[in-house]
């Protein structure tokens, strides 16, 4: 049975995203402008997630070009990187972000601008789409910029959460490469 949900996770993210955009203004009414934008961050990943991942798309557009053929990632590990490592990052961000500090919720909105920055980066090295780019331009950058100046209106923009939350999202993302080159190096 987990298998089965290794390979079909998107398809219950993309309903489970869509469900949290129709919830949406009754679960933060009364919540502050910057942790409502928070809180978008999950829905929105969700959605770029289908884009990125129905019929498995990224993952073998990723083992086509960085692999060069190689399955440098696996489908276990797509699902480690998404599920916990999107969804619990995005909900423990929006948590600290409650109960801590607004200023944790750069955590989420890193994660986005960096996901658009390296779905970029992608497209401009191997000059073309990859799974997960017009959803990363056309929602994770207007979300990820305006939830930027949310968190610092509201007070919670002071340098050093703005480099806990960058670096937070770099070090997810530096970690999957990290796990690809251990396993172009092993020869997958």
Known sequence: MFKRIIDHWVYGGVLAGVLLLLLAPLLTAAWSTALTATFLHLPFYMLHQYEEHD????????NQTIGKSQEVLS??????????GVWGVVAISLYLASEVHIGLSLIAVYLVLVNAFVHLV?????RCYNPGLATALAMFVPLGVYTLRAVQLA????????????GIAVAIHA???AHVHRRLRRGA
Do not use: S
Request: no cysteine.
């Open 175 to 177: 970690a999957i490469l």
């Open 55 to 62: 019929d498995d798309r990224f993952r073998r557009f990723f």
């Open 122 to 126: 992608h497209a401009f090295i191997f």
């Open 75 to 84: 489908r276990e590990a797509v699902f480690v990187t998404n599920v916990p």
């Open 155 to 166: 007070g919670g923009g002071t340098a050093a959460l703005h480099a806990l939350g960058a």
